[in-house]
């Protein structure tokens, strides 16, 4: 399977821990983006990387989010200090630079704060 | 800013029956993309179909059909005879050339029901 995977697919946490997601994109995918999706809502945007550069980062993305990419490869997304208003549904995407503009999305990592 | 309205939140249709799901969008960018995109209950977002701004040829792929105008900016899709198995939650979403970022805004989604 050469599509982006997210692990781990469901995480339960008490308020207050940190946890991290790991985003694999799709193999020479330069773009990655991540986003929140809410029960009953569209997907928003969080952060966008290019490479290993992080280029760009919504107004949604708070201090006790922070993002990375090393050797533009797989990406982390790590949130500190969870609230309940952190649970949601954290999807990954990936595309190339040149090209078309879709964007691929993996399965999605559903956190749940307690 | 750009924005991506879907009106309808929930449609519900016997099998057979056609569909069509309802996008209107806004953006100042000229040059722009639009998207849409199925949400089945597994949960992963699968991409349906883009089209760019400055075509606005209307498009039939199998049971599915796209209808671009700008001058209403909106980007509609119907599926001709529904099938159970089209049951998803669907979502429009649009890109603006101008973001370097080229992050896609989406509306709230249109759950479709196809029953048998």
């Known amino acids: 399977d050469t599509g982006v995977s997210q692990n781990p697919r469901h995480k339960i946490t008490k308020r207050g821990q940190n946890v991290t997601f790991r985003c694999d994109p799709i193999?020479?995918?330069?773009?990655l983006y991540w986003y929140r999706q809410t029960l009953g809502q569209g997907p928003e945007f969080l952060t966008y990387?290019?490479?290993?550069?992080?280029?760009?980062k919504s107004r949604l993305l708070s201090d006790r989010f922070s993002a990375e990419r090393p050797k533009g490869s797989f990406s982390t997304l790590e949130i500190q200090r969870t609230e309940q208003g952190d649970s949601a549904m954290y999807l990954c995407?990936?595309?190339?630079?040149?090209?078309?503009?879709?964007?691929?999305f993996g399965p999605g990592t559903r956190l749940t704060v307690t | 800013a750009q924005k991506v309205t879907q009106a309808q939140t929930e449609i519900s249709v016997v099998e057979k029956e056609d569909v069509t799901l309802d996008c209107v969008y806004e953006?100042?960018?000229?040059?722009?993309?639009l998207f849409w995109y199925k949400q089945p209950p597994s949960g992963e977002l699968v991409f349906l179909i883009r089209?760019?701004?400055?075509?606005?040829q209307n498009e039939i792929s199998g049971r599915y059909s796209w209808n671009f105008q700008k001058s209403t900016s909106s980007f509609n899709f119907t599926i001709t005879a529904s099938q159970v198995v089209d049951s998803a939650v669907y979502f429009c979403?649009?890109?603006?050339?101008?973001?370097?970022?080229?992050?896609?805004?989406f509306g709230s989604g249109t759950q479709l029901t196809v029953l048998p």
């Open positions: 995407a990936s595309t190339p630079v040149s090209g078309t503009y879709e964007q691929y």
């Open positions: 193999s020479e995918h330069n773009r």
């Open positions: 990387f290019q490479n290993e550069a992080q280029l760009e």
């Open positions: 953006t100042r960018d000229t040059t722009y993309y």
């Open positions: 089209r760019n701004s400055f075509d606005e």
């Open positions: 979403a649009l890109s603006e050339a101008l973001s370097s970022a080229r992050q896609l805004t």
